[in-house]
């Protein structure tokens, strides 16, 4: 009787546990989202800030990969990116910036060279939505270089194989890690009315399904070029 207790008292301990792991892993996906909103908007009530900019940015991004199919394909995955910005300045030399862009990457299909016809392609979708927080120094007139950290979240992201490169041929679907994470590093620069910012990001966690021949040695490094189209706004603080 006192042993069947035990086991019970420790059995609603376990799921318990489990159920806390299973809560904490479905709120992970917001969770770092959410800190670097935070972070920027915390800024925003500095009361020594004289100006704010945002605005619309558009670039290319390359997410370089390698993948299997008849044989060993590096790709370059290059997609254009579109999101906004934001820029808080902290000093007259240090600002911090959050971009948060979307890159609809075109679908990859390669043929496996197999003697199954229902596995004869591979199929690779990719869509991201990506958020890049960064501290930034000016060191010279206009030129800033900054450092921070990214996250990326995989939107309808996912490989199969199938006989044709046919979305809904493909079988064998295996959903990519939908939360990634990197530092930062950026060179950006201010000409007349546009921002040129060079940014790269290096992934702390590397994606890989190697089932469908999907191999994360080359998928760590993201470069992206981006322009974007600067609107100041003057705080409510501006003056006092």
Not at 38 to 45: A, D, M, T, V, Y
Not at 125 to 148: Q, T, W
Not at 186 to 204: D, G, P, T
Request: aromatic letters at 12%; glycine letters at 8%.
């Amino acid at each position: 009787m006192h042993g069947s207790r035990q086991g019970s008292r420790s059995t609603n301990i376990t799921s318990k546990a489990v159920n806390y792991l299973a809560a904490f892993k479905l709120h992970s996906l917001t969770r770092f989202h959410s800190f670097l909103i935070i972070c920027f908007s915390l800024s925003l009530s500095h009361s020594s800030l004289s100006q704010i900019t945002i605005g619309p940015e558009i670039g290319i991004s390359a997410f370089p990969f390698e993948v299997y199919g008849r044989s060993l394909h590096r790709m370059k995955n290059i997609s254009p990116s579109y999101g906004v910005f934001g820029i808080l300045p902290l000093s007259k030399s240090v600002n911090v910036k959050l971009s948060v862009s979307y890159n609809d990457r075109k679908d990859l299909c390669l043929d496996n060279g197999t003697v199954v016809p229902e596995n004869s392609k591979t199929f690779y979708r990719s869509n991201d939505l990506n958020m890049d927080l960064s501290f930034n120094y000016k060191f010279k007139e206009r030129l800033f270089a900054g450092i921070g950290v990214s996250s990326v979240y995989k939107l309808n992201s996912w490989a199969g194989r199938g006989s044709v490169c046919d979305p809904d041929s493909i079988r064998n679907i295996g959903d990519m890690s939908h939360m990634q994470y990197a530092l930062n590093a950026s060179i950006e620069y201010h000409w007349k009315h546009l921002l040129v910012s060079f940014v790269y990001a290096r992934f702390l966690r590397v994606e890989y399904l190697g089932f469908f021949g999907l191999s994360g040695k080359d998928g760590r490094n993201r470069y992206d070029l981006r322009i974007a189209y600067p609107i100041r706004f003057k705080s409510r603080n501006a003056g006092k």
